[in-house]
């Protein structure tokens, strides 16, 4: 797909379609329990999605028709913005509710939004302005619930989710930025400037990898030489004083004796069991099993955020954004809530349901839809 292609509008309606499919999918499959239960790496996860990403845009773009200075430029801000983006998105579907992180997420835009108004001088209406008032309200009223069933705690946002769901937003609100930037400078390489900032994301998340692996191996080293300075200086003196001669005479045959062949046998045979298993199954699932559907995962992931990436790109340029914003970020919050619902038991009060439908009208109102009437 060419920036310069031109679609019809049914074409483009079902490339939004897939877009908001391929979105939804994706902010569900990041909220799969497996990915906490294997404590994956999430360095080395969006390592493999970055490098899914790379794969199917050759695939698709048939390699790279060209490359520019900007294209690099372009390529080196969108990776660098692009391995906050994964990393933070992936922390927060994983540590919060799916229905509240996607509204957090398409909510994004309103920074976007005001960010035009100020350096592009793009006129914000009063409509628009009543639409980020009511998404910080729906924000309210999905999070606030003052008398939480004791069942319904682990629904509740943490602040290590906060946290996390705040860079999410930034990040995303950002990649909007660089795009319109973007399509404006040099629209026509947007394949190879993807390309290219995946690149950059593998780099750039390796580099972070390997220094968070030389950092927590370093404070490993220096906590093992801390415990064994005190269990010398501990049991150096004492031992000798106590346990000198009574020890060998006492325990000498006698522990030979009794703890010899029975020590071996017992602790040989439970080492055995208890290693094996864990070696070859965690959490009921063989080692095997769980390494493949962790690849699936991280390649289904690649795929689902590069296609809806890619089409939002292209559907961006191509539609009003009255029309397409609303579709998009409407219905990536509709079918995150009912994914969210129906996979992992998200329970919904009245309030928050109308949170989230005030959100989706507030969504709609930042398009300034009305302002075309």
Known sequence: MTAETDYTDGMQYFFLALSVLAAAANNTMLHLPLLKRSKVNEFVFNIGVAAVWIVLLF???GGVHGFSSRTALFGLLYGIV????LFCKMQAFANGPVHLTSLVGSSSFILTTVFNAVYWKEKVSGWQIAGILMMLAAVFAITWRPHRAESDKKQKPTGKWAVYA???FFFSALTGIIFRFHQAADAVHTDEMMIFASAVVIAFLGILSAGSFLFKRRRRMNAEDCRGGDANARDGADANARDGGDANARDGADANARDGGDANARDGADANARDGAGANARDGIPVRRRTLALCALTAACGVAGCVYNRLNIYLSGAMANAVFFPLFNGGNIIL???AGRIFFREKLSGLQIVG???????VILVSDCFGLL
């Not at 692009?82 to 983006?85: I, K, N, V």
């Not at 989230?356 to 507030?362: D, K, P, S």
């Open 82 to 85: 692009l391995a906050g983006f």
């Open 336 to 338: 995150s809530s009912l």
């Open 356 to 362: 989230i439908v005030c959100g989706m009208f507030a």
């Open 59 to 61: 695939a698709v773009n």
């Open 166 to 168: 705040g860079a999410f």
